[in-house]
């Protein structure tokens, strides 16, 4: 009866959170990547990608905005249901847009949007204290939540652009308590974007639940990295924990299965790709 997630005539089962738990348990790195439609979903499952995000960052590399701010639900529901399409093992993630969840009862609404008519298997919010009470209604509700911590994109214009967060001592202790608080109000993964390898590796070691960084150093539980930005194709500068990973294959399956490879082995991030 509880067969129809294991039942896709594959060799191995399809992710889901317990796998990713099992994985922080046993050291085993996760490797995740964005996506925006189905082809790419084909070859980024196909690479061997635990986990897939439809993020909102499809503002910039598919919708050409400067930054994250101007994606809706409907935009991310659209993506999501395409790149469902195309994935057959890789867990799937969403986004959700700025200002979609701002009280529990519309995060709710939007979380089971997204879910439903998008095909997510889990929810992203840009998470700190303030959004412990949403992550608690969501989790309440069995909507699982991966939350989002360090460099906040949707904060941009407030933070004053894209910057690393946490090298402050003040600033870090103060992300680890919200990392704490988030994981027990029920985030099943926490994810730390552009912070100093000693916040990755405090973060990490302090939870139970898996860490995913992008730009958070090589002592996470896995990381994440915009498709876009490995293949080559985002034009003009890219951040520091950026590789490309187009340069000398001859196509974008070989790339990203570089990328899985070079994550499984702990080879990326490199220190070049890192923050002190
Ligand atoms: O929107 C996105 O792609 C993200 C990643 C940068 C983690 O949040």
């Known amino acids: 009866m509880y067969t129809q997630l294991e039942q896709r005539g594959m060799p191995e089962p399809p992710v889901n959170v317990s796998t990713l738990q099992k994985m922080k348990l046993q050291g085993v790195p996760i490797a995740c990547l964005t996506a925006y439609d189905a082809s790419y979903a084909v070859l980024v ?109 949707q904060s ?43 916040v990755g590796k405090s973060i990490t070691s302090a939870l139970q639940v898996p860490v995913i960084g992008i730009g958070a150093g090589p002592d996470v539980d896995g990381q994440i990295l915009v498709l876009y930005d490995i293949l080559d194709i985002t034009q003009g500068r890219t951040p520091k924990f950026v590789k490309n990973f187009q340069a000398g294959c001859d196509s974008p399956l070989n790339a990203i299965s570089s990328y899985v490879r070079e994550v499984k082995a702990r080879d990326y991030p490199a220190p070049e790709h890192c923050f002190s």
């Open 45 to 153: 499952d196909a690479a061997g990608t635990d986990l897939v995000l439809v993020g909102d960052s499809l503002g910039m590399v598919i919708q050409g905005h400067d930054t994250t701010v101007p994606v809706t639900v409907n935009d991310i529901i659209y993506h999501c249901r395409t790149v469902a399409r195309g994935l057959r093992r890789a867990f799937l993630v969403a986004d959700m847009p700025f200002m979609s969840y701002t009280k529990p009862g519309m995060a709710l609404e939007n979380a089971v949007r997204l879910m439903q008519e998008g095909g997510a298997m889990m929810v992203k919010l840009e998470s700190g204290d303030d959004q412990v009470g949403i992550v608690e209604h969501l989790a309440k509700h069995d909507i699982p939540v991966c939350a989002h911590l360090g460099l906040k994109p």
């Open 156 to 198: 941009v214009h407030k933070i004053g652009g894209f910057k690393v967060q946490g090298r402050d001592v003040d600033k870090a202790a103060e992300m680890l308590n919200s990392a704490k608080r988030l994981q027990d109000a029920g985030a099943d993964i926490v994810l730390l974007e552009c912070v100093p390898n000693e």
